[in-house]
């Protein structure tokens, strides 16, 4: 990415940031964001990723509160940067012999400086996107054995709206020859969109009862925004408390998504304020998917059963 390219990404990054904040702002001057009314969970279990801070954090209170037995990765220690860590947690929580009914891939950096994972790659990549897609691919076996028809096991990735302005460079997903850190943010949400479709589209074509699905939380006041421009932060700071959602707000697509019975067998869905919503037109490339896909599993060191499955 050239030095232009990489401004045009930051003011693309920050105009989709501005476009939500005053969607957001105009809702809450018409009644702002109301809490989805749920059934209780009782006997169901979920993995919240970055679920010790601002919308992993509320995920997991609001999922413990419908009854759920949460197990959030931090607590169980898990560092999403390194692949040997993602496969140590997995062991850790096959031996505790219980089901796995919702895993939720929230934890994620924004806009860091350049700098790697532990197996090398950029850390966008790697910790937001290609983490997850190990652990979710680690822990699918359980969670098939845990859904059954008319109660899917699910699995919710996180994404933002960033991923509208995201591009996808297959000969340089590490961004090595020009790093943007605003590109690579966009990337990495809209890498975990791609993977979702193609992981529903796999779960599908093998009968699985479990689902996959994207949400999209906002804009939301967190702990996220250390290395955003400064003016942002200076708003962030004035005026977050109105413009942006509270950790709560952001968190109820999530928790909707993670157990309505509205979603009961469907999968594939992006989901905005608890409704369906179109993402990136790319998004639905099914070769674009299976390309990514095909990567992502030669640098984790997994076998790719795309061929397998749609060829049976």
Same mark, same amino acid.
């Given at each position: 990415?050239?030095? %232009? ?8 990054? &920050?105009?989709?940031?501005?476009? #939500? ?9 018409? $009644? ?8 209780? +969970? ?9 679920? =010790?801070?601002?919308? $992993? ?22 560092? /999403?940067?390194?692949? !040997? ?7 850790? @929580? ?7 009914? #919702? ?17 090398? @790659? ?6 937001? &996107?290609?983490?997850?897609?190990? %652990? =979710?691919?680690?822990? /699918? ?43 690579? *943010? ?13 992981? !529903?589209?796999?779960?599908?074509? +093998? ?17 996220? *925004?250390?290395? #955003?421009?400064? $003016? ?11 413009? @942006? ?34 993402? %990136? ?16 599993? !030669? ?14």
């Amino acid at each position: 990415m050239s030095p %232009l390219s990489a401004a045009r990404a930051a003011l693309r990054v &920050y105009a989709a940031g501005a476009a #939500v904040v005053l969607a957001q702002l105009l809702r809450r001057c018409c $009644g702002g964001f109301a809490e989805p009314v749920l059934a209780p +969970q009782p006997d169901r279990v979920a993995i919240v990723t970055g679920g =010790t801070d601002g919308i $992993g954090y509320s995920t997991a209170k609001h999922l413990a509160r419908l009854g759920m037995h949460v197990i959030i990765v931090e607590f169980l220690y898990c560092d /999403l940067a390194s692949l !040997q860590s993602i496969r140590q947690f997995v062991q850790k @929580f096959k031996k505790k012999k219980i089901p796995l009914h #919702v895993l939720v891939n929230n934890a994620g950096v924004m806009m860091v400086p350049q700098r790697k994972t532990r197996d090398g @790659f950029e850390e966008h990549f790697g910790l937001n &996107y290609l983490g997850h897609f190990l %652990l =979710t691919n680690l822990l /699918l076996d359980t969670m098939k054995e845990s859904g059954s028809p008319g109660c899917s096991a699910r699995v919710l990735a996180v994404s933002s709206a960033t991923h509208y302005i995201g591009e996808l460079n297959m000969d340089d997903l590490q961004g090595s020859r020009c790093y943007s850190p605003h590109g690579a *943010y966009a990337q990495s949400k809209l890498a975990l969109v791609l993977f979702t479709y193609h992981l !529903q589209r796999l779960l599908a074509a +093998q009968g699985s009862p479990v689902t996959a699905n994207v949400v999209d939380p906002g804009v939301v006041n967190t702990d996220l *925004y250390k290395h #955003v421009f400064w $003016g942002t932060r200076l708003i962030k700071k004035l005026f977050g408390w109105w413009f @942006f959602k509270t950790p709560d707000e952001g968190a109820w697509t999530s928790v909707y998504a993670a157990v309505t019975p509205d979603l009961e067998g469907i999968g594939g869905r992006y989901l905005y304020n608890e409704k369906e919503t179109k993402s %990136l037109t790319i998004t639905y490339d099914l070769d674009l998917q299976r390309e990514l896909w095909a990567r992502s599993c !030669q640098m984790t060191g997994i076998t790719d059963m795309t061929q397998d499955t749609f060829s049976g």
